[in-house]
């Protein structure tokens, strides 16, 4: 996925692991994510499945721009929904 911020740079996901995504993820999907891997362990010994964790938990993915910080919210669609700029009034 490419996504163009409104500064200009350009984002690509394309190489991984990066410092550009992030996962958020709320408490409740913890929970989900640890259940998760707790029935892989408890079923196999071991966790293989990370991705498809991530991704059953309902994570959110990220994209943080490198050049100006902006963070893109990518939507279930795939497709990015909201963007969120620093509030200048709490800049170091
Ligand atoms: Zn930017």
Redesign the pocket.
């Known amino acids: 996925m490419k996504v163009v ?5 350009v984002m690509s996901d394309s190489g991984s692991p990066n410092d550009m995504e992030h996962l958020l993820i709320s408490d409740r999907q913890v929970e989900v994510l640890q259940d998760l891997v707790d029935s892989e362990v408890a079923a196999d010994g071991e966790v293989q499945m990370w991705p498809e964790h991530w991704e059953e938990s309902g994570a959110t993915e990220i994209l943080k ?6 963070l893109h919210v990518i939507g279930s669609d795939g497709r990015v929904s909201h963007v969120y700029i620093r509030d200048p009034d709490t800049e170091p």
Do not use: N
Request: aromatic share 10%.
């Open positions: 911020c409104k500064c200009g740079f721009c490198e050049q100006c910080g902006r």
